[in-house]
């Protein structure tokens, strides 16, 4: 769709509302193409063997020593009152 840089400046967000919707535009002045505006396409997933290279250097997850650090850090005992200290 043409639109010239005149319309594009004054009503720039029907542009906007146009792009979010996949439109293409080229832009004119005097009816002579300036620039060609398209939108950008978003992925909604990446490719597994992108994932597969992104991750090839990264060192193994040693899932034992992992929740052996976790239980380290964390206390998962219960007080014998859940409601101790909230008040209530």
């Not at 029907?14 to 832009?27: H, I, P």
């Not at 620039?35 to 992108?50: G, L, S």
């Not at 040693?62 to 219960?78: H, K």
């Amino acid at each position: 769709m043409d639109v010239s840089v005149r319309q594009f400046v004054s009503d720039s967000g029907s542009v906007t509302r146009g792009l979010r919707r996949g439109q293409r535009y080229v832009l004119t002045i005097n009816g002579e193409p300036l620039a060609d505006v398209v939108p950008i396409k978003r992925r909604r997933a990446v490719p597994m063997t992108e994932v597969l290279a992104i991750f090839a250097g990264a060192p193994a997850l040693d899932v034992d020593e992992l929740r052996a650090d976790l239980d380290a850090g964390i206390d998962q005992g219960l007080p014998d009152d859940p409601l101790e200290g909230t008040g209530l």
